[in-house]
T-cell receptor, first 114, second 115 residues
Framework: DVKVTQSSRYLVKRTGEKVFLECVQDMDHENMFWYRQDPGLGLRLIYFSYDVKMKEKGDIPEGYSVSREKKERFSLILESASTNQTSMYLC?????????????FGPGTRLTVT | AQSVSQHNHHVILSEAASLELGCNYSYGGTVNLFWYVQYPGQHLQLLLKYFSGDPLVKGIKGFEAEFIKSKFSFNLRKPSVQWSDTAEYFCAVIIMDTGRRALTFGSGTRLQVQP
């Protein structure tokens, strides 16, 4: 089974802090993604990566950055956390190749910024 | 911009009732289509997917969905729901022509099944 793990289930940070959210997948997937999930808005794509050291902006990248130094690890960074970044953050991965490109999701990190 | 619409935000059904959740997308090219489900306190998991072939696809737990290209729709169905189907359901699309392999999600439908 594909396993995507995220470093924390719950996180509370103060406004202005730098926040790191870590994601690791164990299935040698090339593609990795970060989404945020908010009630009534579904999931929105923040950043994604097709390979090590590669990154692409998603639909809502403002206020975020990412790092992918190893194939299995994809980090989301909030440079200076703000209250409007309080949300559930989901990491996902998928294989590059033919087929449906289905994504496998981690359990999520619920971040509260106070 | 491409979008995915789920018109039912909250659905309440009794056990054994039939279910149909609507999903429409706004892109006219080649798409891959998905339904994901999130049970309370659990990971988002794949329910079913369509990328080619028979437009009627079957997924886990008795769910099915039909891709109707002319209507840009991919509605989810189940003939008889159970209390354990209580969850949030998300329709999602990958636009294949762009090369971007990221999902665009709908806003979700919360299904509550009453025993």
């Amino acid at each position: 089974d594909v396993k995507v793990t995220q470093s924390s289930r719950y996180l509370v940070k103060r406004t202005g802090e730098k926040v790191f959210l870590e994601c690791v997948q164990d299935m040698d997937h090339e593609n990795m993604f970060w989404y945020r999930q908010d009630p009534g808005l579904g999931l929105r794509l923040i950043y994604f990566s097709y390979d090590v050291k590669m990154k692409e902006k998603g639909d809502i990248p403002e206020g975020y950055s990412v790092s992918r130094e190893k194939k299995e690890r994809f980090s989301l960074i909030l440079e200076s956390a703000s209250t409007n970044q309080t949300s559930m953050y989901l990491c996902a991965s998928s294989h590059r190749g033919q087929g449906a490109y289905e994504q496998y999701f981690g359990p999520g990190t619920r971040l509260t910024v106070t | 911009a491409q979008s995915v619409s789920q018109h039912n935000h909250h659905v309440i059904l009794s056990e054994a009732a039939s279910l149909e959740l609507g999903c429409n997308y706004s892109y006219g090219g080649t798409v891959n289509l998905f339904w994901y489900v999130q049970y309370p306190g659990q990971h988002l998991q794949l329910l079913l997917k369509y990328f080619s072939g028979d437009p009627l696809v079957k997924g886990i737990k008795g769910f099915e969905a039909e891709f109707i290209k002319s209507k840009f729709s991919f509605n989810l169905r189940k003939p008889s729901v159970q209390w354990s189907d209580t969850a949030e359901y998300f329709c999602a699309v990958i636009i294949m022509d762009t090369g971007r392999r990221a999902l665009t999600f709908g806003s979700g439908t919360r299904l509550q099944v009453q025993p």
